[in-house]
Nanobody, 121 residues
């Protein structure tokens, strides 16, 4: 089994910053990609940023220049630094990882439990 645990959400005023963290643990042989998605009330879940192993980060147009994704591969951790936050960034943010599992060597996609980010105007 693989588990993703997020931390760092909260309430911030517009223009402020927050940093999300997500740690993966369990039967992990290799992590192929880690990223962040978000879901606002009444909307579909959408990609925020993703970083494949050994590759470059990709961002949603709405967060380019404001958000930065980074990974600590040794610790199976992904971070999302969010600056210049706007009220429209308010959502539940979900960590996502594409994991090759130990022993079976099959690939599965896993999700964290979600972290609420609320930006007040």
């Amino acid at each position: 089994q693989v588990r993703l645990v997020e931390s760092g959400g909260g309430l911030v005023q517009a223009g402020g910053s927050l940093r999300l963290s997500c740690v993966a643990s369990g039967s992990i042989f290799r992590i192929n990609a880690m990223g962040w998605y978000r879901q606002a009330p009444g909307k579909e879940r959408e990609l925020v940023a993703v970083m494949p192993s050994g590759g470059s980060a990709n961002y949603a147009d709405s967060v380019k220049g404001r958000f930065t994704i980074s990974r600590d591969n040794a610790e199976s951790t992904v971070f999302l630094q969010m600056n210049s936050l706007k009220p429209e960034d308010t959502a539940v943010y979900y960590c996502n990882a594409v994991v090759v599992r130990t022993y079976s060597y099959d690939s599965f996609q896993y999700w964290g439990q979600g972290a609420q980010v609320t930006v007040s105007s």
